[in-house]
């Protein structure tokens, strides 16, 4: 079946530092990829949609230049949290749905994002 | 704008008991509901899929219902098990959009 496969699943890192997180379906081409974020015991809540050869949709309230997503290619999606700061430490997962809008949508393992 | 709720919050059972989790939307107009599981620290599995044409659908001691005019989901499990302690989380989609989540209810079962 469809997998998606993200990676790290743990950074540490010192304030100020950036980080990639990539996120990859494994079996199948993904044309959009979802970035969403979870903060401790809230739910999911979605950051921004990456397009395969466009600029990704960010929701409100997401700092576009701070989440730097590139999707480049069918395969792959990358988020770059810029000059991370200890307010950005959060649970990100990435989800990429088949082409069928009836099958269901699946989800990396989660990157654990700790900034020091 | 979908809105998603989970009732209760959390919950506590002892071994064995049979327990309903409640999942509520506000748009109707959905293609599909899933159920996911997420244990601490870790990602989504996902658990059960229903869609907006069907009304319930079951695997192994887990049944999810769906009752799309009153937009409300039920994920039923038999026979509660220690290993089903995480936390439940209900989603929907609209069409070619990300899913839309609930807060979910953090299960525990006591052996």
């Known amino acids: 079946g469809a997998v998606v496969s993200q990676h790290p699943s743990w950074v540490i890192c010192k304030s100020g530092t950036s980080v990639k997180i990539e996120c990859r379906s494994l079996?199948?081409?993904?044309?959009?990829m979802f970035w969403y974020r979870q903060f401790p015991k809230q739910s999911l809540m979605l950051m921004a949609t990456?397009?395969?050869?466009?600029?990704?949709?960010?929701e409100q309230g997401v700092e576009k230049d701070k989440f730097l997503i590139n999707h480049a290619s069918l395969t792959l999606s990358t988020l770059t949290v810029t000059s991370a700061h200890p307010e950005d430490s959060s649970f990100y997962i990435c989800?990429?749905?088949?082409?069928?809008?009836?099958?269901?949508?699946?989800f990396g393992d989660g990157t654990r994002l700790s900034i020091l | 704008k979908q809105e998603v709720t989970q009732i209760p919050a959390a919950l506590s059972v002892p071994e064995g008991e049979n327990l309903v989790l409640n999942c509520s939307f506000t748009?109707?107009?959905?293609?599909?509901l899933q159920w996911f599981r997420q244990d601490p620290g870790k990602g989504l599995t996902s658990l059960l899929l229903?869609?907006?044409?069907?009304r319930e659908q079951t695997s192994g001691r887990l049944n999810a219902s769906l009752d799309k005019s009153s937009g409300r989901s039920t994920l039923y499990i038999a026979a509660s098990q220690p290993g089903d302690s995480a936390t439940y989380l209900c989603?929907?989609?609209?069409?070619?959009?990300?899913?839309?989540f609930g807060k979910g209810t953090r299960l525990s079962v006591i052996a």
């Open positions: 748009d109707s107009a959905i293609y599909n």
């Open positions: 990456s397009n395969e050869g466009s600029k990704a949709t960010y």
């Open positions: 989800s990429a749905p088949v082409s069928q809008v009836n099958q269901p949508q699946h």
């Open positions: 079996d199948f081409q993904a044309t959009t």
């Open positions: 989603a929907v989609r609209g069409g070619n959009t990300p899913l839309v």
């Open positions: 229903i869609q907006s044409s069907q």
